[in-house]
């Protein structure tokens, strides 16, 4: 029911102004019969009561001042909750939108499993795959792998090592764990500093407003699906014996040998990772390329300069079996042959939404083939008083997207100002080495929706390759609306791409043109500033027809050749 009606009861009886009527009723509960519109048609008597204002103080939002109680004639439930708002799942998105929930005066809950690296049907931790098992410590082995690189650039720079360093990955291990126990103590802290309750324990959807945590009942207007995803290995013989992402993350050891099946993000940036640890790395994917949905030249870039620092890669192979030898070493059998050898097979073959076993069917809750909760623009389910934020919908799944759409969930429910979560101009990166950095359409996306576009690219070996004297290279791609001369899409390749695309990334978003760009004067010595001074197009595409200039030029600097 609408408070705002709750709030203003009217008849030709007795008539209470919003005011009046809070005013009774933080002072002594009410009960009394009134007569009501068609819009709320009650026969039993009406009970007033003053809500616990134990969360949040009441005058930060009127419509929690009071709850109304009514018994229907069908026995249906009284409309008074536990909670304004309850969260299944701690992650990116569910702590955003309950944090920013309660500081609107919301009431709120969040209910999430203990605490692990490895998540489970029984244990996941506050801070969600990004805090825990995803981006932080994802990142963290990026860095720690960089270092052999650095040391291998730092000999044309005059350093000499009297032995090799080695690598030690217990201490990684270590250091890493505690730092995520560090992280999931702050986010506790920051639900708890929002007056924000938190419930440890499996969340199951009951009916439209109750939640069941480990056999409790509570009670919610509304409740927020906020679970995520989890890896997915495919069901093959000998599956059992590869790890994913989580345990990637995790490991007891080392892997002297791995074989990475996927040719995504996920896939790469474990390929970099491993590499940069000196292990053997076999990257087998399905197609040709890898990063399918990625600029083209850029997927062609990533792959040379990955095999350039010892990445072998396995195109069309599809894995049919995994075997392990009496020695505990596994081999992967594929369409083109088995490679064998190997210490460690991790499948990087996409990750699923974690609704198995929420309750959702039961309720009526709408979802795809893959299990992902259907939501319309303002991450409403098919079922009113539920809604689903983050990866568990599958849109954009990226922290900072979940975050946003966390963010604008709140506003709608509690601000009073309706927010569809702004997909447009989404940067994007991936922790590759060299990494990539990303912001509006590819080419093959510019071309199909604008038809007109002029491309724009750079391939050039950076300052500090000229003193190391290693191969590394940098790619840079503009593509730009040939009519208005807006810039449609920034990608690049090369060491600190992240970094940079996220300053541009507000510029692309922003609408600003191609001459906003020569316009603005460089930062030198940067590989950012070669973005504001490439003026000759590498080549035009008119209305869709074949490019025009230098097309195998492009291409195959592109590829790093």
């Known amino acids: 029911?609408?408070?705002?009606?709750?709030?203003?009861?009217?008849?030709?009886?007795?008539?209470?102004s919003s005011s009046h009527l809070q005013t009774l009723c933080r002072n002594f509960p009410l009960s009394f019969s009134l007569n009501f519109s068609s819009s709320l048609s009650l026969s039993k008597p009406l009970t007033l009561a003053p809500l616990s204002l134990s969360h949040r103080p009441s005058s930060l939002s009127p419509f929690r001042r009071f709850a109304v109680r009514a018994e229907?004639?069908?026995?249906?439930?009284?409309?008074?909750?536990?909670?304004?708002?309850?969260?299944?799942?701690?992650?990116?998105?569910?702590?955003?939108?309950?944090?920013?929930?309660?500081?609107?005066?919301?009431s709120v809950a969040v209910c999430e499993l203990p605490f692990a690296t490895i998540s489970s049907e029984t244990t996941g931790g506050v801070g969600g795959t990004c805090v825990l098992r995803g981006c932080v410590p994802k990142k963290l082995l990026v860095y720690s792998s960089k270092f052999s690189h650095e040391f291998d650039e730092s000999g044309g720079f005059g350093w000499k090592f009297e032995t090799e360093p080695k690598h030690d990955w217990s201490t990684l291990m270590a250091n890493k764990n505690a730092e995520l126990q560090r992280l999931t103590g702050i986010y506790k802290n920051i639900l708890n500093n929002?007056?924000?309750?938190?419930?440890?324990?499996?969340?199951?959807?009951?009916?439209?407003?109750?939640?069941?945590?480990?056999?409790?009942?509570?009670?919610?207007?509304?409740?927020?699906?906020?679970?995520?995803?989890?890896?997915?290995i495919p069901e093959i013989p000998g599956s059992e014996h590869a790890i994913d992402s989580d345990a990637a993350l995790d490991l007891p050891s080392k892997p002297t040998k791995i074989g990475i099946v996927g040719g995504g993000y996920i896939a790469l940036e474990f390929a970099g990772i491993f590499n940069g640890l000196n292990s053997d790395v076999h990257v087998f994917i399905r197609q040709k390329k890898v990063l399918r949905g990625f600029d083209e030249d850029v997927r062609d870039f990533v792959a040379e300069q990955m095999s350039l620092r010892g990445i072998e890669f396995h195109t069309e192979e599809l894995p049919q079996a995994i075997h392990k030898s009496a020695d505990g070493s596994l081999s992967l059998k594929t369409n083109k042959g088995t490679v064998e050898g190997f210490s460690h097979i991790m499948f990087a073959t996409g990750r699923?939404?974690?609704?198995?076993?929420?309750?959702?069917?039961?309720?009526?809750?709408?979802?795809?083939?893959?299990?992902?909760?259907?939501?319309?623009?303002?991450?409403?389910?098919?079922?009113?008083?539920?809604?689903?934020?983050?990866d568990v919908t599958d849109r954009i799944n990226l922290t900072p997207v979940a975050l946003m759409?966390?963010?604008?969930?709140?506003?709608?429910?509690?601000?009073?100002?309706?927010?569809?979560?702004?997909?447009?101009?989404?940067?994007?990166?991936?922790?590759s080495q060299p990494p990539i950095g990303q912001v509006g359409l590819t080419e093959e996306q510019a071309m199909q929706e604008y038809g007109d576009i002029d491309v724009y690219t750079s391939n050039f070996r950076p300052l500090k390759a000229t003193v190391s004297g290693l191969p590394?290279?940098?790619?840079?791609?503009?593509?730009?609306?040939?009519?208005?001369?807006?810039?449609?899409?920034?990608?690049?390749?090369?060491?600190?791409?992240?970094?940079?695309?996220?300053?541009?990334?507000?510029?692309?978003?922003?609408?600003?043109?191609?001459?906003?760009?020569?316009?603005?004067?460089?930062?030198?010595?940067?590989?950012?500033?070669?973005?504001?001074?490439?003026?000759?197009?590498?080549?035009?595409?008119?209305n869709s027809s074949p490019p025009e200039g230098k097309t195998d030029t492009g291409v195959k600097a592109a590829a790093g050749v």
């Not at 939640?211 to 995520?228: C, F, N, Q």
């Not at 709140?410 to 940067?427: G, H, I, Q, S």
């Open 405 to 431: 759409e966390g963010g604008a969930l709140a506003n709608t429910l509690f601000r009073n100002e309706p927010t569809k979560p702004d997909y447009r101009a989404v940067p994007s990166a991936v922790f």
């Open 194 to 232: 929002a007056g924000v309750t938190l419930i440890e324990g499996r969340g199951k959807i009951v009916d439209p407003h109750t939640v069941d945590v480990d056999g409790k009942l509570y009670t919610a207007r509304h409740i927020l699906i906020a679970v995520g995803g989890r890896p997915f």
């Open 72 to 106: 229907s004639e069908n026995g249906a439930e009284p409309l008074h909750y536990d909670f304004d708002l309850f969260t299944v799942g701690a992650g990116s998105g569910g702590v955003r939108a309950s944090r920013f929930a309660a500081n609107f005066g919301a």
């Open 472 to 542: 590394d290279r940098v790619f840079m791609k503009l593509i730009v609306c040939a009519k208005t001369d807006k810039v449609l899409g920034l990608h690049m390749c090369g060491e600190d791409s992240p970094e940079i695309v996220q300053g541009f990334a507000v510029a692309v978003r922003a609408g600003l043109t191609k001459a906003d760009f020569d316009a603005t004067v460089g930062i030198h010595p940067t590989s950012a500033e070669e973005l504001v001074t490439m003026r000759t197009p590498t080549r035009k595409i008119r």
């Open 1 to 16: 029911m609408n408070m705002a009606a709750a709030t203003s009861l009217s008849s030709p009886k007795l008539t209470f």
């Open 352 to 390: 699923r939404p974690n609704t198995k076993n929420l309750g959702l069917e039961g309720v009526g809750v709408k979802m795809t083939k893959n299990g992902a909760i259907e939501v319309d623009d303002f991450s409403q389910t098919s079922i009113p008083s539920i809604w689903a934020v983050g």
